[in-house]
Every structure is written in structure tokens, then in C-alpha cells.
């Protein structure tokens, strides 16, 4: 594996992005703040400008938040975001010409680095459902009707002059807070300007509560899954350069506990709804599919697999998963356990790489240390390799 893979992953380019995201909303709230100590460049940039980009700066880290969940799903677009608001994070660092915000700029800048080199792994096309696009085109409908009505109207209200104040005001009254600091006058002849904002309230309410809806539809999805021992999308979309352990037999547990002692990255995909269920609740995770299936390897990123390990108490069903990801990833280590001595040929035919018979090396460890042999040199000559490579 080479070492850019092991080193520079996805993962990277995504703890890169919410760490810019979070140092770029803290240094803009200290330079509100007033926290800021001045820097070499604070000459050189005009008041008016460090006036406003703590602002800015916020508002770009909670902007950034946003695409960094985009790229842990590894959404292209979310790629596309990030590279557009990481020069701009490094570029309001150097403005607001604070000691604070020149870890920003080196940060922003390493990040620009790791995305620039994993812009290959971010491929996956975003395709919002249709509940997605209702959902914002009801808020986008409702904060464009309360605006431009209360603008019309504006002569109808005390305190609304500009399209920003009307902006504002629909904000507030959609949220419910009501500052109280624009009214609609009383009096018969603003009875219009009333009855709107009650229509207002009501469209902005019901939109920002089918917004919700959708954003938290996911989570309970998440739980749904944890629930019946499936893979959260959470789970898969991260997983690389990891080990793909197929079906779930006696040696699988053996085989997920030397996995955790090596501190490697692992996924299950089982047809046994109670085992994953039970991997599901310790935090592994875990596909309930036919791992002799297509989509299911697809889903658990065979293609980006470090190895794949078939181990049930089935040869014929190891023999077709074997076949399947051997089709999807030719250059994949595949490993096999043979239940029967006689399949061991059947399942190397198939597609593994290597196969182990547990009853064969298990008689010949039995013999070789009733001699006083050492354990592991047997292991090593029955699998023809170096001892120490075992």
C-alpha cells in the first residue's frame, strides 16, 4: 500500500475541513470579541475591513460545517465547496491581521493540500430526494413571500425601509423569537398588513418544520439501522483501505478480535440478521446482505478493501462470495477458510489468493507440539511462508 494512501486519506481531507471550520468560527468570535492581538499585517488593512471580516469569518466556518459533512459522504460537490471556502478561510485569516488567525491560514492551507491530492476519492454524485427538494423549495417559498410582501407593505410597518429590514423581519417572525422592534401599525386600514403576517408566521413555521423533518429524518434512519444490524451510512461511506470480512461462522469472532488487537479498520457483511444485529450494538460495522451479491460489496467499498477474509461454515456460499469480489476487485488479497479438506482446491479456483483448512492446521499444530515443535514455525511451513511473516 503505498504511503499516500495510508497517510493522506479521506479521512484526512475531512478532519482537515471541520478543524478549519472550527478555528475559523473561534477566531472570528474572538476578533468580535475585540480578543484580537494585532499582527504584522493590522497596518495594511483598512478599519472598515477588520470590522467585518470576524463576521464573515463566522459565517464561513459554519459554512465550511456544511461541506465537511458533504465530503464525509464524499459528495463531489462537497469537494467543490470546501476547495471554494479554504482559500477564502486563509484569505479573511491574513485580513483580520490577528496572531490568533495565522494558524488558521496554515491550517487552510494544509487542507487545500490533502483535498488537491484525494480529489479522486470524491466521486460520489449528490442526488437530493424528493422530499430534500420540497422541503427547501417550501423555505426558500416561504422566507422569499414573507420578504417581498412585508417590503410592499413596508409603508404598513414601523420599521421596515429596505429590503434587508424585510428580510430581517421575516427571519425573526419565522423563528418565533419577535424582537417586538417591527410592528404592523394598528387601525382598520392595517388590518392587510396583519392578516399577512399571520400568514407569514404560519407559512415560515410549517416550512422550517419540514426542514427539520428532513434533517433529522437521516438520524432516525441511523437508529433504525443500528437497531436491525445494518450499516449506517456514516459507517460505509468512510471505510477504506480496510478489511472485508464475508458471512459470519465460528472462526468470524476469532477473526474480529486479532482484527481489534491490530487496530484495523473492518466491515461484516452477513446474511445472519442476529449476528449483526449483535456486531451492530458493539459499534462494528456491519451489512445484513448475501455477501455472494453485488450491491452489497459495492456498498462496503470492495473496491477500495485492503483484504477480504470468507470464514463461514460454507463452502459453497464462501465459494460464491469469493467469485463476486474477486469479480469486482481482481487486485484484492482474498483469504479462505475451507471447512472441508477437499474444497481447499475448490475455494483457491474460486478466486482466493489463499486458503486455510482449520482441521488440517489445527492436527498438524496438535502433532508438531506434542514433539516440542513451536507453534507459529509450524503455522509458517503448512502456508509455505516466513515465520515471520505470519
Excluded at 341 to 370: F, M, W, Y
Aim: hydrophobic residues 50%.
Amino acid at each position: 500500500m503505498e504511503r499516500n494512501r495510508e497517510w493522506v486519506t479521506v479521512r484526512v481531507s475531512v478532519v482537515l475541513t471541520f478543524a478549519v471550520a472550527l478555528l475559523s468560527i473561534l477566531v472570528g468570535l474572538l476578533h468580535i470579541a475585540g480578543f484580537g492581538v494585532e499582527g504584522p499585517l493590522a497596518p495594511f488593512v483598512p478599519d472598515v475591513i477588520l470590522r467585518t471580516v470576524g463576521f464573515t469569518g463566522t459565517i464561513t466556518g459554519f459554512a465550511m460545517f456544511g461541506s465537511g459533512f458533504a465530503l464525509k459522504r464524499r459528495y463531489r460537490i462537497g469537494w467543490y465547496t470546501t476547495g471554494l471556502l479554504l482559500p477564502l478561510t486563509a484569505f479573511q485569516g491574513l485580513l483580520q491581521a490577528s496572531v490568533f488567525a495565522y494558524p488558521l491560514v496554515v491550517l487552510s492551507i494544509l487542507s487545500m493540500l490533502a483535498l488537491i491530492v484525494n480529489r479522486g476519492r470524491f466521486d460520489r454524485p449528490f442526488s437530493p430526494s424528493p422530499t430534500q427538494l420540497a422541503a427547501a423549495a417550501a423555505l426558500v417559498t416561504a422566507i422569499a413571500y414573507g420578504t417581498v410582501g412585508s417590503y410592499a407593505l413596508r409603508d404598513e410597518f414601523e420599521g421596515i425601509e429596505t429590503i434587508v429590514d424585510a428580510f430581517y423581519f421575516t427571519v425573526v417572525t419565522a423563528s418565533t423569537v419577535g424582537y417586538g422592534d417591527i410592528t404592523p401599525q394598528t387601525g382598520a386600514a392595517s388590518d392587510i398588513a396583519q392578516l399577512f403576517v399571520l400568514s407569514s408566521l404560519i407559512m415560515n413555521v410549517a416550512a422550517f418544520a419540514v426542514a427539520l423533518g428532513v434533517l433529522l429524518t437521516p438520524a432516525i434512519e441511523a437508529q433504525l439501522s443500528k437497531a436491525l444490524g445494518k450499516m449506517t451510512e456514516k459507517q460505509f461511506d468512510l471505510l477504506d483501505d480496510h478489511i472485508l470480512v464475508l458471512g459470519y461462522g465460528e472462526l468470524t469472532e476469532p477473526i474480529l478480535e486479532e482484527l481489534n488487537g491490530r487496530n484495523v479498520e473492518y466491515a461484516v457483511v452477513s446474511t445472519n440478521e442476529t449476528a449483526a444485529r449483535t456486531l451492530g450494538e458493539r459499534g462494528i460495522a456491519v451489512l445484513t446482505a448475501d455477501p455472494s451479491d453485488v450491491e452489497p460489496l459495492e456498498r462496503a467499498h470492495i473496491t477500495d478493501a485492503r483484504a477480504v477474509v470468507v470464514a463461514t461454515n460454507d463452502d459453497a456460499r464462501d465459494a460464491l462470495a469469493i467469485l463476486t469480489a474477486r469479480q469486482l476487485n481482481p487486485d484484492v488479497r482474498i483469504v479462505a477458510a475451507a471447512t472441508q479438506r477437499e474444497n481447499v482446491n475448490k475455494l483457491r479456483r474460486a478466486g482466493a489468493d489463499q486458503v486455510i483448512s482449520p482441521a488440517t492446521l489445527g492436527g498438524h499444530l496438535i502433532v508438531g507440539c506434542a514433539f516440542g515443535a513451536d507453534s507459529h514455525d509450524i503455522t509458517g511451513r503448512i502456508l509455505g511462508e516466513d515465520p515471520e511473516d505470519v
